[in-house]
């Protein structure tokens, strides 16, 4: 895989023409495949499905120049291979320590990671807090729905959406950590 790499137009459009030679096609085809990996996932007990299938996608997409002359098949196939790899990645990580509290220690910490993220949330641009609300509104197909209005607003792919937001996200992640970090060392 190329390090570094990141998904370009070009290298979409490249994975859509593998998947279907037919553009609307190829379309329903990626996002039938996008979705049936998110389900393997989450049904596997990934918190993170949608993102293990997106890291799923990527991977395969950053492989498709060497492979697409050789490979024989159905695409999907081999998008299942590569999300079993990705899956025995997962189960490497290291997992916080399960830790039982009482109640009251429970809402005050969510408390705390409420307060932490509305303060993450500030210091984001108005069109990345934007951006990252819509994002990740709603449930199933009316999530889908809304992400696919969000790319064509925008101007750019669904996939170049997915990689902004999750770019966001880390960012308020990493924001939200340091916050709650420094709650604790107070």
Request: hydrophobic content about 35%; aromatic content about 8%.
């Amino acid at each position: 895989m190329k390090t570094g790499w990141v998904l370009a137009q070009e290298d979409f459009d490249r994975l859509l023409h593998w998947l279907d030679a037919d553009v609307e096609a190829a379309g329903r085809e990626y996002e039938t495949i996008r979705q049936r990996l998110i389900k393997i996932f989450a049904r596997r007990g990934c918190s993170e499905a949608e993102d293990l299938a997106d890291e799923t996608i990527n991977r395969v997409t950053a492989k498709l120049e060497t492979i697409i002359d050789d490979y024989e098949g159905s695409p999907r196939f081999y998008f299942y291979r590569v999300a079993q790899l990705v899956h025995m990645e997962y189960l490497k990580r290291p997992r916080p320590p399960e830790v039982s509290c009482d109640l009251s220690a429970f809402s005050e910490e969510k408390e705390r990671e409420y307060e932490c993220l509305d303060s993450c949330l500030e210091r984001l641009s108005s069109d990345q807090r934007e951006l990252v609300i819509q994002y990740y509104q709603k449930d199933k197909r009316a999530k889908i729905e809304g992400r696919q209005r969000l790319a064509e607003q925008l101007g750019i792919a669904v996939n170049a959406l997915r990689i902004r937001a999750h770019r966001i996200r880390s960012r308020l992640q990493q924001c939200l950590n340091e916050c709650l970090e420094e709650q604790t060392v107070h």
